[in-house]
């Protein structure tokens, strides 16, 4: 089975550039996660879709983040400006529902100068 | 008070004893439990679930939980330089499958 895919690896901007990032999750998972790790941290959730229906965004800075899971598979999250704060690895994972584990993707090291 | 809290580490033991992490969370509610382990530069992996109070076992590890005190832990016997990593505590808050990690113990297996 096939594990969480994301791309890019790497992303470096300039601050006040956008950037986007791609999840597809492993196949059948109905809930797809975005994630950022800052160094020294844990991951924060950004937020959730149960397919293609967003479940929690209470943690997503909507001002300058947006996030889509079209057809309820594969899933964009943009940053647009982005602050030298983004820097930060962007995880996606999946689950097969709201209630099981969770399975990280290699995840996208964003560095913003 | 943090929601979910790791000692940072970094927690030293030798090759071949058992190395004990904790994680102490806030959420009385909260009902899964999963210790994921991150590597330098990588991402986190899963390696155990735990939803009941006790014990759960899988190979050299243990996971052990106690909802009364909001406590669980990992154990890893028999541990090996190739354990060494970052251990990542996750606890399911405010309903749903809303994870909240800690940030983590830093493990090192010396020779």
């Known amino acids: 089975e096939a594990g969480v895919a994301q791309s890019p690896r790497y992303k470096i901007i300039e601050k006040r550039q956008s950037v986007a990032f791609w999840c597809n999750p492993i196949?059948?998972?109905?809930?797809l996660y975005w994630y950022q790790q800052i160094l020294g941290q844990g991951p924060k959730l950004l937020i959730q879709?149960?397919?293609?229906?967003?479940?929690?965004d209470s943690q997503l800075p909507k001002d300058r983040f947006s996030a889509e899971r079209l057809k309820g598979v594969d899933s964009t999250l943009k940053i647009q400006p982005a602050k030298l704060e983004d820097s930060a690895v962007y995880l996606c994972?999946?689950?097969?529902?709201?209630?099981?584990?969770?399975?990280f993707g290699p995840g996208t090291r964003l560095t913003v100068l | 008070q943090k929601e979910v809290e790791q000692n940072s580490g970094p927690l030293s033991v030798p090759e071949g004893a058992i190395a004990s992490l904790n994680c102490t969370y806030s959420?009385?509610?909260?009902?899964?439990f999963f210790w994921y382990r991150q590597y330098s530069g990588k991402s986190p992996e899963l390696i155990m679930s735990?939803?009941?109070?006790g014990d759960k076992e899988d190979g050299r590890f243990t996971a052990q939980l106690n909802k009364a005190s909001q406590y669980v832990s990992l154990l890893i016997r028999d541990s090996q330089p190739s354990d060494s990593a970052t251990y990542l505590c996750?606890?399911?808050?405010?309903?749903?499958?809303?994870?909240?990690f800690g940030t983590g113990t830093q493990l090192k297996v010396e020779l």
């Open positions: 994972a999946s689950s097969r529902s709201n209630y099981n584990e969770q399975f």
């Open positions: 196949s059948g998972h109905a809930t």
């Open positions: 879709f149960q397919n293609n229906g967003v479940v929690d």
């Open positions: 959420d009385r509610v909260s009902q899964s």
């Open positions: 735990i939803y009941s109070n």
């Open positions: 996750a606890v399911n808050t405010g309903g749903g499958n809303k994870l909240t």
